[in-house]
């Protein structure tokens, strides 16, 4: 099993960034990882996905061009670098994996799931 802790989540303005880290147990090199975000009431979204071994990565329109997926694999580490924030953007940001090749879009392709981190964007 892979346990995920994601930190790094804050209140900000609106325009400002934020880097949230998510740090895994074991060796994700094998893996794909997911960020989502769910706003209270709402259900979980996918936010973007990374496929360790070689880079590959996908993310939602609602963020392409402000978010960045990253990934440290000698600290088993992915990061998500969240630019020009919106309000819009406030939810508890979730990390999870799964062991597998393809890039994932969907909270059901993922096996272990972070406790979230909250992000708050105020206008």
């Known amino acids: 099993q892979v346990r995920l802790v994601e930190s790094g989540g804050g209140l900000v303005q609106a325009g400002d960034s934020l880097r949230l880290s998510c740090a895994a147990s074991?060796?994700?090199?094998?893996?794909?990882m997911g960020w989502f975000r769910q706003a209270p009431g709402k259900e979980r979204e996918f936010v973007a996905t990374?496929?360790?071994?070689?880079?590959?990565?996908n993310y939602a329109d609602s963020v392409k061009g402000r978010f960045t997926i990253s990934r440290d694999n000698a600290k088993d580490t992915v990061y998500l670098q969240l630019n020009s924030l919106k309000p819009e953007d406030t939810a508890v940001y979730y990390c999870?994996?799964?062991?597998?090749?393809?890039?994932?879009?969907?909270?059901?392709?993922?096996?272990?799931w972070g406790q979230g981190t909250q992000v708050t964007v105020s206008s």
């Open positions: 990374i496929r360790c071994n070689n880079g590959a990565r």
């Open positions: 074991g060796r994700t090199t094998d893996y794909v």
């Open positions: 999870a994996a799964v062991k597998q090749r393809s890039l994932a879009t969907m909270t059901g392709a993922y096996d272990y």
